[in-house]
């Protein structure tokens, strides 16, 4: 499974952005996906993640109600939709896939996912 972040950049506080996780290879439509994110000296943060076919999603508390994550297993692609985009937000954005997993109750730790994306990075200016 090889998996290409896109949609990354700089962008004002109040701002919005829409990442792209593309994915190739795998059965895409079968698993969770997730989006994390990480900043320098911190560990890999949970932002959200998706059931194989859309149905259920999870959003960390630090997101919710801005960030939206969506996918269209047509396009084998999952999307996140950050709206009021606050400076905390800057980080290095990585999509991943669980493909051991194709429902989840809970957000999965990050090494309950097998494969990741290279990372796109959003800066959010203040």
């Known amino acids: 499974v090889r998996l290409v972040e896109s949609g990354g950049g700089l962008v004002q506080a109040g701002g919005s952005l829409r990442l792209t996780c593309a994915a190739s290879?795998?059965?895409?439509?079968?698993?969770?996906m997730g989006w994390f994110r990480q900043t320098p000296g911190k560990e890999r943060e949970f932002v959200a993640a998706i059931t194989w076919n859309g149905g259920g999603t999870l959003h960390a508390d630090s997101v919710k109600g801005r960030f939206t994550m969506s996918r269209d297993n047509g396009k084998n692609a999952v999307y996140l939709q950050m709206n009021s985009l606050k400076s905390e937000d800057t980080a290095v954005y990585y999509c991943?896939?669980?493909?051991?997993?194709?429902?989840?109750?809970?957000?999965?730790?990050?090494?309950?996912?097998?494969?990741w994306g290279q990372g796109t990075q959003v800066t959010v200016s203040s």
């Open positions: 290879g795998g059965t895409f439509s079968s698993y969770v």
């Open positions: 991943a896939a669980a493909t051991r997993w194709s429902v989840i109750a809970k957000p999965l730790p990050p090494s309950e996912y097998d494969y």
